[in-house]
């Protein structure tokens, strides 16, 4: 992608770069949720702060076009919700003056999150921050300004028009972080501050827990939350859970906690030691700090439980023995238990697979608390007699000895057709069904008694075959 700036000639000093090093570690790896608009941090007005730069769209990019000409970038969403009519206003303040932001603002309040088109964008502002062009790097949406939209490659018009916010709108706000134009280094965050709004804002979503995140472990519990929580209101002894049966927590990691106003989704408890296999509930609860984990818009998490397990490790002899067959046979191979999720060396993801050939078959399994392992079949060959056999002659008279023409194999014949013919080349009978045979009729008629030729065609190991032969029917 074009950088918004062309060119730009940066003398880097030895303080510049330290300056560098420590915005860096405030740069998120990429696909962080509330990089998806489905994901937007949820706020209720005040003021919000971030140290955090966002890299890449996310995991899908929401939206294609804007009025401003911009796209979405090195992006993050927030929402909100207004509770009562006025003018939604912000400024979005940066962390370093050189930091260059854009933004673009839209109505879902008919919509959904996952479609998001140009024509539900209200406002978007896709300036640049270019040798003080935002003052103090400041752009946003303020009283006393009448633009909705700002052009990309646009020099100052930091400011927009406010929103006419009614009760019960839904607004997504994305913003493009596109690093620091004074040192080309990522952006350190941002503040965006809503105290010019006089529309009332909604804040009646709480935090509670969500879901675990499945993982073949007995050493920790990984598990997010509804909303992001602020970092500094973890208690960093893990007191806001518990775990039934009782269970020692040792450590407690919310991801991306490396400042204490950052925010989480997810967080990692260590156990003291790994508790037996078996069902367990995660509780959130008060913690030694006086509160539960507390979201962005200063609401306590619900006091609620969650159930998990810790798993079983799958044992090593999950696939059957090795196994030998014939060589013109096809053999069935699979595990002795249930799995979620199969794949063979072959490519095939069913349970059991139909081996032709002899060799080392693999077999990788996962199952359902996302445990993973892998097991081998040895199939192997063995010389069998294979043959075919038609008697020479027949006696269908009914006294029970010889009254029946069949082939007979020796091995597992397959696309069998067996024919029978006069001694003028009229065909007589005919089959295709191993297990049948001709009992010396046609249509219930018996036939003379003389010589008659059969063919044979028959697929064994592979090999297609056609054998002829002749039969005496004997009266």
Not at 17 to 41: G, I, K, R, S, W
Not at 141 to 159: A, C, D, L, M
Not at 324 to 332: D, G, L, N, T
């Amino acid at each position: 992608m074009i950088s918004k700036y062309l060119f730009q000639v940066v003398m880097v000093t030895g303080a510049l770069l330290a300056a560098m090093t420590v915005a860096a570690q405030f740069e998120l790896p990429p696909l962080q949720p509330e990089q998806d608009a489905c994901n937007a941090l949820y706020l209720c007005g005040n003021s919000f702060s971030t140290p955090y730069s966002y890299q890449g769209p996310g995991s899908k990019v929401d939206f294609t076009s804007t009025p401003c000409g911009g796209e979405e970038t090195n992006s993050m969403y927030m929402m909100v919700k207004i509770g009562g009519p006025g003018k939604l206003c912000f400024d979005i303040i940066p962390k370093e003056p050189g930091d260059d932001y854009d933004f673009a603002v839209f109505n879902i309040t008919n919509g959904s999150c996952d479609r998001l088109a140009a024509s539900q964008i209200v406002r978007c502002n896709f300036n640049n921050n270019f040798d003080g062009s935002n003052v103090d790097g400041i752009v946003g949406i303020r009283k006393g300004y009448n633009e909705t939209s700002v052009q990309g490659g646009t020099f100052q018009h930091s400011f927009l028009k406010p929103i006419d916010a009614h009760t019960g709108d839904t607004y997504l706000i994305m913003i493009n972080n596109f690093g620091n134009y004074a040192n080309g280094g990522p952006s350190q965050g941002f503040t965006i501050d809503f105290s010019q709004s006089d529309a009332f804002f909604d804040g009646s979503r709480v935090p509670t827990l969500e879901k675990i995140n499945k993982k073949c472990t007995d050493t920790e519990l990984t598990f997010s939350l509804t909303l992001p929580v602020k970092c500094s209101s973890v208690a960093a002894d893990g007191s806001d859970f518990r775990i039934t049966p009782a269970v020692g927590i040792a450590k407690i990691e919310p991801l991306n906690c490396n400042a204490l106003n950052g925010y989480t989704r997810q967080v990692t408890i260590t156990f003291s030691n790994p508790p037996a296999p078996g069902n367990y509930m995660l509780h959130v609860q008060k913690g030694s700090d006086g509160n539960s984990v507390v979201d962005l818009c200063d609401h306590e998490a619900e006091e609620a439980t969650l159930p998990f397990t810790i798993p079983r490790q799958i044992t090593p002899g999950f696939l059957m023995a090795d196994t030998v067959k014939c060589s013109y046979e096809q053999v069935w191979v699979g595990p002795t238990a249930i799995f979620e999720s199969y794949k063979w060396s072959t490519g095939e993801t069913t349970p059991t697979i139909l081996v032709d050939l002899p060799g080392k078959y693999q077999l990788n399994v996962i199952d359902s608390n996302a445990c993973t392992a892998v097991a081998e079949i040895n199939v192997k060959d063995s010389t069998c007699p294979e043959h075919i056999f038609v008697p020479n002659a027949f006696s269908p008279n009914g006294d029970g000895l010889n009254d029946k023409l069949k082939a007979i194999f020796q091995g597992d014949a397959r696309n069998f057709q067996f024919s029978v013919f006069d001694r003028w080349g009229k065909k007589v009978y005919e089959t295709t069904d191993i297990h049948k045979y001709w009992d010396g009729t046609v249509n219930g008629t018996p036939m003379q008694q003389g010589t008659y030729v059969w063919y044979c065609r028959y697929v064994l190991f592979r090999k297609h075959e056609m054998k002829r032969g002749t039969v005496l029917l004997i009266r």
